[in-house]
């Protein structure tokens, strides 16, 4: 299996470059050049103190002990994705969408950018909003795999890339935080009653990731085919 990749618009809608590779818990990085090597190996172990500490954080807001998630998911071990993007400017492009629509599996996924500007979310109401990211700032999006625990109190939002608005080229880092591959998600009891029934199916992470035909690194959004259809 793939723990490094290359590619070009990966899918027909795209419009970048990008390297991705599995950033934990093994650390896989093309070997040169090897400045690029030992500080993007920084980040990540900076990264991973990050996701250990935003854990604690939401385990105490939902109620419980704060290592909870981190033991739900099996953090210290958990599967994470990293992708490096180049998105070209927009007198270069061959369409105004640099990554279409979509939502992202895992605990959370983190962003840094060279310039701001590109992400848009979708809010409730059906609108697409801009990001604004200040300039060293980490942009943090909670994902499927919380709200499935949370049986829906926290949302996994559907957000793109557009290029309109790109004078040059523009590079970010989306690294995807997700459970160990063998950890089995649902929603936890405590949002479970009468008047709130499981919302999702429940199953191990890896099987999540293999529902809608992509392999590990290619980690797509599986959450429409885990919900649990509702009936009167």
């Known amino acids: ?35 690029f090597r030992g500080a993007i190996g920084e980040y990540f172990k900076r990264m991973h103190e990050v996701e250990l500490g935003l854990a604690k954080a939401i385990s105490k807001i939902l109620g419980y002990e704060e290592t909870y998630i981190e033991k739900e998911f099996k953090l210290e071990v958990g599967f994470d994705v990293s992708a490096m993007n180049l998105y070209p400017p927009s007198f270069q492009s061959k369409g105004s969408i640099g990554v279409p629509e979509h939502a992202d599996p895992g605990f959370f996924v983190s ?22 990211i200040p300039r060293n700032a980490i942009f943090i999006n909670l994902g499927d795999h919380l709200e499935i625990l949370s049986n ?25 935080h997700g459970p160990s591959l063998d950890i089995f998600v649902a929603p936890a009891s405590r949002f479970i009653d009468e008047s709130h029934p499981p919302t999702y199916r429940g199953m191990t992470y890896k099987e999540s990731l293999e529902l809608n035909g992509s392999d590990e690194i290619d980690v797509q959004s599986s959450l429409s085919l885990l919900r649990i259809p509702f009936s009167l």
Do not use: F
């Not at 934990?24 to 050049?33: D, I, L, Q, V």
């Not at 962003?111 to 604004?132: A, E, P, R, S, Y």
């Not at 109190?153 to 995807?176: C, F, G, P, W």
């Open 1 to 35: 299996m793939d723990r490094i990749r290359w590619g070009l618009r990966s899918h027909a809608e795209e419009n970048r470059e990008y390297l991705k590779i599995v950033s934990h818990p093994e650390y896989h990085c093309p070997s040169k050049p090897a400045s």
């Open 111 to 132: 962003l840094i950018q060279d310039v701001n500007g590109g992400l848009q979310m979708l809010t409730h109401k059906g609108n697409w909003v801009t990001v604004n």
């Open 152 to 176: 829906g109190k926290y949302k996994s939002h559907i957000h793109q890339v557009i290029l309109d608005n790109n004078e040059v080229n523009r590079i970010s880092m989306a690294t995807l």
